[in-house]
DNA sequence: CTTTATTTTAAACGAACGTTTGATTGAAGT
DNA sequence: ACTTCAATCAAACGTTCGTTTAAAATAAAG
């Protein structure tokens, strides 16, 4: 009947799913510490602050989803005649591999990505590049591949575009999924969301791209 | 030299600054208050509460912006061989027309609404979707014109990517500006980052969508 | 001018926050 | 058995927050 789990980990399982469901500024380490039926001071004393507790609870999934979406890119990449949809289609597997290291996993990972990038000014865009930009690289390099028509500012812009269009579309994940519940009478699991988005994703992305400059009338 | 604005004015217009560039939570009365150069109290005196700013601040936006968007859609589909590039190249001129109420309003309008959408959860898309109902029925409405192969269920979903790729390029607007300068030497205004989503956001809507169901392999 | 509303102000309120402290516990090492 | 040391705990600390208060200042009305 007793609990195996380690202090530090009931911290992290039960942040972690409280800073994807409300945001981190919005969770207190009081209802983190009640959640997870601990002591309020033993966060700092796993953890020495809050903002290393948000670090902790990031980086357990980028530390595992980055490699694995690394090894998949370097696998398609050897593919000879390659479409966007594929390279998009490789990057299913290491995400929904989130689910073996955290129920839900999965989920939790773009919310937390989502609430990253955009409650904290460039702080984690800056940490995600500096630290696994051989895998952000390895993207643009695909992209580049497979559409060979865009530029590459085209291809820096629409990078951004997707990245947004995921991170918002999982950041929103519960309230879309009930609302497609309530209005279509559609059931959606992660996977099924994220296999809808690809094709919306790699259609954008290879959409042929008109000079700006010359438009007027 | 006499400063001309009321209290509430001032009061709104650094609130909507503010609010944009860090978010409402993080946003204290106080600092609104300073940088406006009021008094704290008159918040609650002008508008009951700070969650009452909010509302005015983004209510000034959506009460200006929807009717001008609605008029543009009712014109746009008079066209006989409509695209849904014409579509959301129409939704342009009203965005832009935001930057008269306000100077820089037209990117202080999306960051606010991604600022607003994902900070809490539901309460910004149900204001949105009761009272400015008419406006999103008619998108989905010339989005099923444009592209009948889509079920209703996919123009819901593609609509909210699309929300998402505007609302996160917007509310990293200035990150992304800044990055496409120093990497590539490009500078863009607003009106050029809107332009050139709308090839992505229109190949992306239009785009077939296969069935998820059979895909097992 | 006097009276009445309206607006602005300084000050304080209570609540919630992240963090620190110092005592207490319980297992490991000798 | 005694010591050591990491872990847990209740309690408090100092800040910051949104909000309220009541007096002062200003504008409007008679």
Chains 1, 2 share one sequence.
Do not use: C
């Amino acid at each position: 009947m007793a609990n195996r789990l380690t202090t530090k980990d009931k911290i992290i399982n039960a942040a972690e799913r409280l800073f994807a469901e409300r945001g981190f500024s919005e969770t207190s380490l009081r209802l983190i510490t009640n959640k997870a039926e601990v002591n309020l001071a033993s966060v700092n004393y796993h953890f020495g602050s809050k903002k290393e507790l948000i670090q902790a609870v990031l980086a357990r999934y980028l530390n595992q989803f980055m490699p694995a979406l690394g090894r998949a890119l370097e696998e398609v990449d050897q593919e000879p005649d390659l479409t966007l949809q594929d390279a998009f289609e490789a990057m299913v597997e290491p995400l929904m591999a989130l689910n073996d290291v955290r129920q839900h996993g999965t989920a939790l990972f773009l919310q937390l990505l989502g609430r990253g990038y955009i409650e904290n000014q460039g702080h984690l865009r800056w940490f995600v590049s500096t630290h696994h930009g051989e895998v952000l690289e390895k993207i643009s390099e695909l992209v580049h591949r497979t559409a060979p028509h865009l530029k590459p500012t085209d291809i820096f812009w629409r990078m951004h575009y997707t990245l947004g269009t995921l991170v918002f579309t999982m950041s929103s994940y519960r309230a879309l999924v009930d609302i497609a519940k309530a209005d279509f009478d559609q059931d959606n699991d992660v996977e099924t969301v994220l296999r809808r988005l690809i094709p919306y994703m790699a259609a954008g992305v290879s959409a042929p791209q008109p000079s700006l400059l010359t438009v007027t009338e």
